[in-house]
């Protein structure tokens, strides 16, 4: 059966190409006609992942325009011009519409623990005569817009599946076919996710393509969005560290040919075109890699128009734009939540913040605006809808910029997938540390410009928690340095003229300089036991066996378990250059088992410990020194120049190890003290401890563009 399939698919690939004149007449005015339709305006392009199926409440009475007014309805009026609806397609094969191919998702979220106030509708939509597919297509036509047929190629939101705990969106096709997948739950992928289907399978290719097909058939979709970032995984190779060979990227090619064939024998039948519509990655090179010849696509004419992007974002749109607009092919830039943690007073989800994306998206020469994963914060009520589809509106309007509004990491899906990055990151988790030995630049991405004349407000913000002085950094925009600076809790805001911005890259130059100081005692972090510590200190979660306290002045952190997790410590991103010197200063009582100040500085680690009968250093355990710790306070203050490092106690050198701080600390730049670890226990006294740094961290940089109200 599966060669007859084949065999039929060769067939039919030969009908569409090599037809009679009649038919070939036919043909080259359906690709006429679907190469203008692919280049109508839309302003807009709303994916909907298809929960508003999956999960409606308990006790709301179901009817067709309430399911709509979940997050359809309200899209009237606005500037979405298209829909793309997934009808969940979750563990491949699960879908929420009509389907004789794959199965119908009829399970109960409950049943599962999962969200047990709401219920699967997807069989009372099929009662009342319909589905959930086809409600959404006929609203967008009667409201005079487009809707797709999302499909996530290899979507692994069943990645949480066990064999001893069943899973909502584990299909029984992978519980039949585990060989088809490209790992198990034991023995998982290193890369991807280990349910991810792997598409070396002949199989996998047919049903994909069947599924593709039989909504092709059966619903008046006016195109399919065949979604690859949702999730990034197709062939074992990739998912256990290698790249996608020639021969798999040709599968992949030859199953784009299929559906590229199946659209236009479906197309000419129904007298109107099947657009279909790509999402992938936004660099050439890691989608080969990966086994997704986009490039290929493009010159062969396999798919209409292209959106890039999600979890993470590698190079400026203008690299999607140009590699579209190359072929012929309109290009979205897709804008969604973007995930970055640790966010406080800018938010990346907010309304400005989608303004500043989708104006720096069209001056990079977007033909329009693809959103992702935004009904469940805005419910397709938010302005968001109605502004970010007219750049000219939007240079009016209020935004913001951030340097980096995606940080999600490439390196989860294909082995060293980060150098294909060309943008910067900078975000409260990947801080950048600046120091006089090394400043940081970056380009800022703007996408307006002011002219000569402006009332418009613009103030460049800088995270830097340990920043006490405003002299103590210069900082430049294209060259100008900004100058009148104030402090703000953990932001240093800088008034920016105008003029100075242009559309397109902005380079952005940070510098720190050094204090002079009358003493070593000018400490840029200083914690007093008074109270606990506060931002910017970060506490470990701990364990029901780790305790703190504060009594008599001081701060008692104690760790009575030895379990994976039982440890507790305080934590400052103090910013250390690798290179140059850093002070901590604790005053500290010992009162059993272990306790450390453990400082790292983006290149290397190090620990001293504090024990009853000894201090040592963590990395050379030789270099010690016996005393009583827990008698009375010692005020033990720890130096480091370079890769050397001195333990002074009372005053008195005590350690002293030239070369030892050394240890791979990658990407960690902190100060941190507290007790013990997972298989120790320890408890301690801290008077105070302090440091001092000639280095500021930076965790976030944005543009903030304010208009007088009109």
């Known amino acids: 059966m599966k060669h007859l399939r084949l065999l039929c698919s060769a ?10 004149s009649q038919d070939s007449s036919a043909l080259k005015q359906l690709r006429e006609t679907r190469k203008q339709l692919a280049h109508k305006q839309r302003r807009v392009i ?19 325009e309430k399911f709509l ?16 609806y997934c009808s969940i397609s979750s563990g491949f094969s699960f879908f929420t519409h ?16 999962i969200r047990n106030e709401m219920r699967n509708i997807t069989q009372e939509l099929i009662d009342l005569g319909t589905d959930c597919l086809q409600a959404v297509v006929e609203f967008a036509h009667k409201n005079k817009m487009e809707c797709f047929w999302s499909m996530r190629m290899n979507d692994t939101h069943d990645a949480e599946y066990r064999p001893d705990k069943p899973y909502l969106l584990y299909p029984q096709l992978k519980m039949d076919h585990p ?3 490209v790992g198990d739950p034991v023995k998982r992928s290193r890369y991807g996710r280990w349910s991810s289907v792997d598409y070396a399978r002949p199989e996998i290719r047919d049903l994909a393509f069947r599924f593709i097909e039989e909504v092709c058939q059966n ?15 197709f062939f074992k190779s990739t998912a256990h560290g290698g790249k996608a060979s020639q021969a798999e990227r040709d599968m992949m090619t030859d199953l784009l040919r299929r559906v590229r064939a199946m659209t236009e024998e479906i197309g000419l039948k129904r007298g109107r075109p099947i657009l279909v519509m790509v999402r992938a990655t936004d660099s050439a090179d890691f989608n080969r890699d990966m086994g997704l010849d986009v490039e290929r696509w493009l010159q062969d004419g396999l798919f209409d128009m292209l959106v890039t992007t999600c979890y993470f974002r590698l190079n400026p749109w203008e690299t999607s734009v140009a590699l579209g607009h190359k072929y012929g092919v309109p290009v979205y830039p897709c804008i969604s939540d973007s995930r970055v943690k640790g966010e406080g007073r800018f938010r990346r989800g907010s309304v400005e913040s989608y303004r500043g994306q989708a104006l720096e998206a069209w001056a990079a020469g977007a033909d329009g605006i693809h959103l992702f994963n935004l009904f469940d914060v805005f419910g397709g009520r938010s302005p968001v809808f109605k502004e970010v589809g007219d750049p000219k509106a939007l240079r009016t309007m209020n935004k913001l910029y951030f340097a980096t509004v995606r940080d999600g990491k490439p390196d989860s899906w294909l082995a060293g997938g980060s150098k294909y990055r060309s943008l910067p990151i900078l975000t409260p988790s990947y801080p950048k540390t600046i120091t006089a030995s090394k400043p940081l630049s970056l380009d800022l991405a703007v996408g307006e410009d002011f002219g000569d004349a402006t009332k418009a407000q613009v103030t460049l913000h800088l995270q830097m928690p340990t920043l006490r002085n405003v002299s103590a950094v210069c900082v430049k925009l294209n060259g100008h340095e900004l100058s009148s600076g104030k402090l703000a809790k953990d932001w240093l805001d800088l008034n920016v003229n105008p003029t100075w911005v242009k559309k397109g890259a902005n380079q952005i130059e940070i510098a720190v300089n050094p204090q002079p100081a009358a003493s070593e005692e000018a400490w840029t972090v200083a914690y007093e036991a008074d109270k606990k510590p506060v931002k910017p200190w970060t506490r470990d979660s701990g364990s029901p066996r780790t305790e703190e306290r504060l009594a008599n002045g001081t701060l008692t952190i104690a760790d009575r378990g030895n379990v994976p997790g039982d440890y507790h410590y305080y934590r400052y ?8 010197k850093s002070i901590v200063e604790a005053r500290v009582k010992v009162v059993s088992g272990l306790s450390r100040i453990i400082i790292t500085n983006g290149e290397a680690q190090e620990r001293l410990e504090l024990q009853p009968d000894r201090i040592e250093l963590w990395s050379r355990k030789t270099v010690r020194y016996a005393m009583d710790t827990t008698k009375d306070f010692h005020v033990y203050r720890i130096v480091t120049q370079g890769k050397d490092i001195k333990v002074y106690v009372d005053g008195e050198l005590h350690l002293n190890a ?12 902190e100060l941190c003290f507290g007790a013990s670890d997972s298989t120790n226990v320890g408890e301690a006294c801290w008077d105070y401890i302090r440091a001092r740094v000639d280095s500021q961290p930076c965790q976030d940089l944005v543009l903030s563009v304010k208009h007088p109200k009109k």
């Not at 007014?69 to 793309?84: C, N, W």
């Not at 009509?98 to 623990?113: E, M, S, Y």
């Open 179 to 181: 060989d088809w997948l």
């Open 46 to 64: 709303f994916n909907n992942d298809g929960c508003d199926a999956l999960y409606l409440p308990k006790d709301e009475k179901l009817t067709v």
């Open 98 to 113: 009509r389907t004789k191919v794959g199965a119908v998702l009829t399970r109960q979220p409950g049943d599962f623990g």
């Open 573 to 580: 991103p103090w910013g250390a250059d690798p290179a140059g």
């Open 69 to 84: 007014d979940k997050r359809t309805t309200p899209l009237k009026g606005t500037q979405v011009d298209a829909i793309a």
């Open 11 to 20: 067939l039919l690939l030969a009908i569409v190409t090599d037809v009679p």
């Open 219 to 233: 619903y008046d979709v006016d195109g399919v969005e065949l979604d690859f970032f949702r999730h990034l995984c």
């Open 658 to 669: 030239p070369g030892a701080y050394v240890k791979t600390a990658a990407n960690r730049n």
